[in-house]
């Protein structure tokens, strides 16, 4: 509506004065008609309202009370843009995030920081703080020693760093105004996932979702690949740090990395198979080993200030740092020492000998730009926007613009939304929520306020995503059948019940606010209105009919109280006693019911 109003002046003005006008619009409101061609959801028999439903499912961890109203007066194609562009302010969200000191520490900082009990003991003893020989006994006393040492020296626990790298990631997701970023921050981590339970890459997690993940969700894929391979906690994770060519071992100028053992074909391996061609994407087991030989060298710069290496590099000058053949980007470096040198052949392309750090380089350059590389990708991102099974002509159609753009992955996104197989209504509201997705909709679908996040992240490893611990390269799945059985369901109509009587700590809500204090007359009427307002713009006739028998056993109250208890299994919990408030058992109920796991 404000477009058309916009177009309906412009034409009662003179040329110049029109000129003038539609830069003021211009200014105001951010955009100009970047976008000719509008959505074509009407073409698919969807109204506005529910149109921009939809794309706030989608590209968004749930629309806010009023936010499908916004989006439709603001337009759907300028939303979209605006969201391509993330630059919206977020000063609430930066006041919350202030607390958590870890957030701008640098690898170094962190690394020198941060420590578990056996690193504490291991440099307290170099240090001669302590003698070997008195920690072995009483673990409290052992606990204590630890406790002291920390103290004096300034360390902290590994599990306060984790701890805020949870934190930030719930409140991020919750309250950010830049949605779609968040979105991608999250589906990016989990494609080229790491994990927090490998000791040698948990503290530099948390810089690698910020520094190699974040900054490029929506550019190039080829930068975002070489931003993460190139990252300490994936060259650790993936064992590439410690890979280094057996030929040159003996002329090594440094120590060897911890650890090492020759050629390591881990990151390899899956760089080929997760992060790029896919397991059908036409490469062979020696293209695996000899892109291993390509990365040897690819290592982490020793960041512990105890590090022999750290002292000797440091003492180098960086002319002879080149001399030697060394590459250093941030907390990454190229050993020229530990590269295969010999010539290679990887997909049927030539690599000359002697190719030493741009060799790896071009390497996955080529990897990032390969055919298989296109149609993996793009068949991802549909899975995780579109469908469960997307339709080969819409990959099609985003493979054509990947290849086209050099891998803009924002092009990608808008040719996806674009296209007629998006608005389809067989794929509406197919995709199931993780639960993560579920949990922080239903903060913002209520405006909930967050004291405590890692009480949510408590409740998501509950019903089976613990992000950031993670084990395996693939991430977590992103189909239905992965995420909804009878266990999972019902710990999610416990974290409904729990959610909504406000019986997680530090976690409130005004549920009556969202209805203006209206009361409803029932608890049908109430199952009615607050559907309406926690899943906007959707067909509720058969959810509702479910629900009702659920409103009306008196016994569903008795689920409420105690569902937030980590200590107890989904079966225990919903057996036990709790409150009788009707509101807070109504939309708990929504919640939990399986239309509000769809997005």
């Known amino acids: ?138 673990p409290k006393e052992y606990r204590e020693q630890v406790r002291v040492i920390m103290e004096q020296e300034g360390y902290k626990p590994i599990l306060e760093l984790h701890r805020e790298l949870v934190n930030q990631k719930v409140l991020s997701a919750a309250y950010s105004n830049n949605q779609l970023q968040e979105v991608l921050t999250d589906f990016w981590f989990n494609h080229f996932n790491v994990s927090v339970t490998k000791n040698q890459c948990q503290q530099y997690v948390y810089t690698y979702e910020r520094d190699a993940i974040r900054p490029n969700v929506m550019g190039k894929f080829k930068d975002l690949l070489l931003a993460t391979a190139q990252h300490p906690a994936m060259l650790e994770y993936l064992d590439n740090a410690s890979s280094v060519s057996i030929k040159n071992q003996p002329r090594a100028n440094m120590a060897a990395p911890r650890n090492a053992r020759g050629l390591n074909e881990n990151y390899a391996r899956e760089v080929m198979e997760l992060h790029t061609l896919g397991v059908d994407g036409g490469y062979t087991q020696a293209d695996v080993t000899t892109v291993a030989k390509a990365l040897t060298g690819w290592t982490v710069m020793p960041l512990a200030k105890d590090a022999p290496a750290r002292n000797l590099l440091e003492r180098l000058n960086p002319a002879q740092l080149e001399r030697r053949g060394f590459v250093m980007k941030g907390d990454f470096l190229f050993r020229a020492d530990q590269h295969d040198n010999e010539p290679k052949t990887i997909l049927n392309k030539n690599f000359p000998a002697n190719g030493g750090y741009q060799e790896g380089i071009d390497v996955l350059t080529m990897l990032a730009e390969h055919p298989s590389t296109a149609k993996f990708i793009c068949t991802k991102l549909a899975t995780r926007f579109v469908s469960d099974t997307p339709s080969a002509s819409l990959i099609k159609n985003m493979v054509k613009t990947f290849q086209s753009t050099d891998g803009d992955i924002k092009a990608v996104l808008r040719t996806m939304v674009y296209d007629p197989a998006f608005w389809k209504k067989s794929v509406s509201h197919e995709k199931v929520k993780s639960p993560f997705e579920m949990v922080i909709s239903a903060v913002r679908a209520t405006n909930a306020q967050v004291i405590q996040p890692f009480q949510l992240f408590n409740w998501c490893t509950k019903m089976g995503q613990r992000f950031y611990y993670y084990q395996a390269p693939t991430g977590f799945p992103d189909r239905a059948s992965n995420w909804i059985n009878t266990g999972a369901l019902l710990n999610r109509m416990n974290f409904g019940l729990a959610f909504a009587s406000q019986k997680i700590p530090g976690v409130r809500m005004d549920l009556a606010a969202l209805n203006n204090y209206h009361e409803p007359e029932s608890a049908i009427d109430a199952l009615t209105v607050y559907s309406n307002i926690l899943l906007p713009q959707r067909d509720h006739a058969a959810n509702i009919k479910r629900l009702i028998p659920l409103v009306n056993d008196d016994a569903v109250e008795e689920k409420i109280s105690k569902a937030a208890t980590v200590d107890k299994t989904a079966e225990q919990m919903i057996l036990d006693k709790g409150t009788k408030n009707m509101l807070s058992q109504v939309v708990g109920i929504i919640i939990g019911s399986p239309e509000f796991q769809r997005k």
């Open 1 to 138: 509506m404000v477009r058309l109003a916009i177009l309906l002046q412009i034409q009662y003005m003179k040329f110049a004065k029109g000129i003038l006008f539609c830069l003021v619009i211009i200014a105001t409101f951010g955009f100009s008609s970047l976008v000719d061609d509008p959505i074509p959801y009407k073409k698919f028999g969807y109204t506005p309202q529910q149109a921009a439903a939809r794309l706030l499912d989608r590209f968004s961890f749930g629309a806010k009370p009023g936010q499908v109203d916004a989006v439709v007066n603001m337009g759907l194609e300028n939303w979209l843009e605006q969201q391509f562009a993330a630059n919206l302010p977020n000063i609430a969200l930066e006041k919350r995030l202030s607390n958590f000191k870890s957030l701008s520490l640098s690898n170094d900082t962190i690394v020198n920081t941060y420590l578990n009990a056996g690193q504490v003991i291991r440099l307290a003893t170099r240090k001669g703080i302590i003698n070997r020989d008195s920690i072995k006994g009483d």
